[in-house]
């Protein structure tokens, strides 16, 4: 008999799948995206489930909170995107649905034979806390350079959007 | 857990020193470039020149100090000599920029700091001893460069090579970072010795989830150095992007690329593994090369031809050890030479708006200018492997590593697939020479180019006779710093062996 946290985690498992396969099922691409945020939530859902609180946090506020927001409002800022039609992969799937169907598969025998390191307690008080002063203890040159990445990004956006001065 | 104010101090700066130094200017190269515009054009790539010098220095500096792994990077001589190329690539380019942007309108501040940005990224990959932070510098060199490679905003083609080459690196930073998630869950660490060093021993029972984590790594990074079957966006993004962004895609992305493999294949992955590289090797060399014969356009010829040497580097991190690494460094050198070598000839032949990129274009150049028909024969020669240029040395020593390592079919094979390369590349120095220029056929090809461009050129050329004629000092170099990267592997085995290893440190880190 399964226990109740293993009926949720089941639960917010399955909602993933059924988003995921939304996301790529579904014709409309507004409601595609929507569909992608569910499945974020359900992500988000399962992080916390398991213990990683910090992660699923993290999990909503950038993937629902904004990845989500903005690839919804690029599509409703687009003309001619709400509501088109053919953009589905349909004449892909010959091809796509054996290979993902063998990765899957492969992936889910040996995921299922593999003698995983045992989990780690959780922590009291969440994992927030560590996480944090590991970011700017330890790990701070990787945390640095993140911001670094994220400041190239930003340089290349702004130059590939502003308008041509002549 | 000491003091956390201690935290701070301990961690030694200096291995990052480098990376920060190259950073640092590549800020202060924008802001010129953005506060004194009417001097952008001679100031940021001063600027750009100044600030690569700089963290040769530092980095110098750096590998004399002897320092102990920290933060997740390693500053060894593998990581001296292989910074240091990666740095002579990114001078070069700016260099070599110049001429183009200035004729294509696009002298700006972000130009320079984006390819400065992207060189710090490709230099972290190769000192990283861990996946997160291999991850970061594979992101750090690839986000400027997506934008790079759209940096001609008016042209369309350099719009669609940029959309290309971000869908398809976002696809293969995807598989990096899951395959290092497999790699952390099956043996508890993102150290890359320590992981592969765990599974060895057999502490975290059987590995294939290892090995699926391993292969995933290594799709992604044979995306970025162009290997067959992960080769598709390379003629395309190459023939679309400004063409001095695609001299330094073709060697400072291969480059890093290939200083991230030399790391992972230290860490000493067996079986499998080496059944991997043997196949993407010689898919690479025979695809590479039958491709790139039926090419027309120069850029796309350069695409497959970078293409193919990717399957000639891939021989020496196959047979690693001392000498085939030694073998990666010095054939990343003559790579850089020659390849930049022939850039430089192909933007000046372009002529304003890129028009003549078809090799047809470049009938009977060398008798109007002796100078690019001499020095793109020489690139070419060198490329195509024949004595006594750069690139026949460093064709050399890779094969004679991958005999010594145990892989005679698979260096035939690449003799055989070298012999079709002359083919193509004397196709061009042909056209250039023996052909007579038609008359109105399609964009004539330029010959003029300022004194700067011309300079280069002939340095460049210098540079990869020079590198043939005197290739064992410069081999002695980069025997350093392969012989680097074997010790740091085994100080890193040596640090976690006292430690039981069953439990796995969550985040473990490099240092310890």
Known sequence: MPSVLQLVFLFFAAVTVVGALAVVLVRNLFHAALWLAVTFLSVASLFIVLNADFVGLSQVIVYVGAISVLMLFAIMLTEDVVGARGLSLRSAWPAALPVAAGVCVVLVRWFARYAWLPPQPPKPGGTAGTIGLAFIQKYLFAFELASVILLAALIGAIYLAKEERS | MTAPSLQII?????????????????????????????????????????GIALTAAFTILAGMLGLPPAGMQVMDSFTVVFDLIILIAAFITVLVSNHYVTRENLERGEYYALMMLSASGAMLMAASDNYVMMFLGLELLSIPLYVLAGFSRGRSESQESALKYLLLGAFASAFFVFGAALVFSATGSTNIVVAGDATERALVGTTPIYVIGLAMILTALAFKVALVPFHMWTPDVYQGAPTSVTAFMAVVAKAAGFGALARVAAAGPEGSWTVLLWGLSAATMIWGNLLAISQNNIKRLLAYSSIAHAGYLLMGILAGGRAGISAVLFYLLAYAAMTFGAFAAVIILAGRGDGAEDIEDYRGIARRSPLLGWTMAIFMFSLAG???????????????????????????????????????????????????????????????????????????????????????????????????LERSAEAAIQMTLPEPTNAPAALSGGSR
């Open chain 2, 10 to 50: 301990t961690w030694n700066l200096w291995v990052s020193a480098p990376v920060c130094a190259l950073a640092a200017s590549a800020m202060v190269t924008l802001i010129a470039g953005a506060f004194w515009p009417a001097f952008a054009r001679w100031l940021t790539p001063c600027l750009a020149l100044g």
């Open chain 2, 386 to 484: 024949l004595p006594p240029f750069a690139g026949f040395f460093g064709k050399l020593y890779l094969f004679s590593a991958a005999v010594e390592a145990g892989y005679p079919g698979l260096t035939v094979l690449a003799v055989l697939t070298s012999v079709m390369g002359v083919f193509y590349y004397l196709r061009v120095t042909v056209v250039m020479w023996m052909q007579e220029p038609e008359a109105e056929s399609g964009p004539a090809a330029q010959t003029s180019a300022p004194l700067l461009s011309r300079l280069v050129l002939s340095a460049l050329a210098v540079a990869v006779l020079a590198l043939g004629i005197f290739s064992s000092p410069v081999l002695r170099w980069t025997n350093s710093g392969s012989a680097g």
